[in-house]
């Protein structure tokens, strides 16, 4: 059984849906939000979209520096629900702890920072 609420993480409040054995999950439609209020926080000019696989990029404008691109990065790493091992081609999930130390896992697989060079 699913019952959606809302969860403490990284002094954010994020829907998730809870699962039955008690693991909190979040959409990356939700991380994607959580990456536009970190940006304009930071008074950051950046175009975020996500991707229809879980991946979502960040696009900043060319005239961007690369300390906004770091401070986005930095901001947005602990919203990242995967890895890879390149060395074993194997993609595994991060689990988490919200802010009450309850498991948790999100649907972003990856977050890519670029600059539009265009």
Request: hydrophobic residues 35%; contains cysteine.
């Amino acid at each position: 059984m699913q019952t959606t609420k809302t969860i403490k993480y990284k002094g954010f409040s994020i829907p998730a849906v809870q699962w039955q054995g008690g693991t909190n999950y979040v959409c990356s439609k939700d991380v994607a939000v959580v990456c536009r209020y970190i940006a304009k926080q930071l008074g950051i000019k950046a175009s975020i979209r996500k991707e229809s696989h879980g991946t979502i990029n960040i696009t900043l404008p060319m005239d961007s520096t690369d300390e906004h691109k770091r401070q986005l990065e930095k901001y947005t790493r602990p919203f990242v629900g995967e890895k890879f091992d390149g060395m074993i081609d194997l993609a595994s999930s991060i689990d988490y702890l919200t802010d009450d130390g309850e498991r948790l896992l999100f649907g972003s697989k990856y977050i890519f920072v670029n600059k539009d060079w265009r």
